[in-house]
């Protein structure tokens, strides 16, 4: 199975931050990875498919990139509704999501 | 529009199984593969499989195989996730997912609302 390892776990930043999540997968997948945002209570949503498009109606602030082993979600400037919990997801062998890495209030 | 609606809250004693409805609208049920994904509490999200609603084809994670099974009704367009031999530790918020790109297997761009399974003597 293919392990996918989300870092860091908790990132601390402000309002108006340039915030980046990196996730790797223990053996390449291509550019076969997605990102989701949740929120406490809900479903996750679909932020980012093959690892740099971005879902129809997610903010162009959210960007993805990275192909193989390594890939990295980026919020160019945090807003308070960017507050959650980001998971990446590999598609290209079944699936398989991160650990998740939750964004709080510094 | 797309919607995904679950089926309510369970409680079972360990040993027990439970299965959790998921009824489709909004688009062709037929055409699209349907996953089942769950989050402990506090815990990431984990893939569990996926069935094929057009033929009912299945693909189980290898963690799951031998205690779930998907099954699915296209006369009402709703797909079912059963867990067999239940543990406390699959206590968990358990999601239906439809695939993005027809056909592929891949990520997903609607979930149902999930549903809490909680496991308890």
């Known amino acids: 199975d293919i392990q996918m390892t989300q870092s860091p776990s908790t990132l601390s930043a402000s309002v108006g931050d340039r915030v980046t999540i990196t996730c790797r997968a223990s053996?390449?997948?291509?550019?076969?990875l997605a990102w989701y945002q949740q929120k406490p209570g809900k479903a996750p949503k679909l932020l980012i498919y093959?690892?740099?498009t971005l879902e129809s109606g997610v903010p162009s602030r959210f960007s993805g990139s990275g192909s193989g082993t390594e890939f990295t979600l980026t919020i160019g400037s945090l807003q308070p509704d960017d507050f959650a919990t980001y998971y990446c997801?590999?598609?290209?062998?079944?699936?398989?999501f991160g650990q998740g890495t939750k964004v709080e209030v510094k | 529009q797309v919607q995904l609606v679950q089926s309510g809250a369970e409680v079972k004693n360990p040993g027990a199984s439970v299965k959790v409805s998921c009824k489709a609208s909004?688009?062709?049920?037929?055409?699209?593969?349907m996953h089942w994904v769950r989050q402990a509490p506090g815990q990431g999200l984990e893939w569990m499989g996926w069935?094929?609603?057009?033929?009912?084809?299945?693909n189980y994670a290898q963690k799951f195989q031998g205690r779930v099974t998907m099954t699915r009704d296209t006369s009402s367009g709703t797909a079912y996730m059963e867990l067999s031999r239940l543990k406390s530790d699959d206590t968990a918020v358990y999601y239906c997912?439809?695939?993005?790109?027809?056909?592929?297997?891949?990520?997903?761009?609607?979930w149902g609302q999930g549903t809490l399974v909680t496991v308890s003597s």
């Open positions: 069935i094929i609603p057009n033929n009912g084809g299945t």
């Open positions: 997912a439809r695939e993005a790109i027809r056909g592929s297997g891949s990520f997903y761009n609607y």
């Open positions: 997801q590999q598609y290209n062998i079944n699936s398989a």
């Open positions: 909004g688009y062709t049920f037929t055409g699209y593969y």
């Open positions: 093959r690892a740099s």
């Open positions: 053996q390449s997948i291509n550019i076969w």
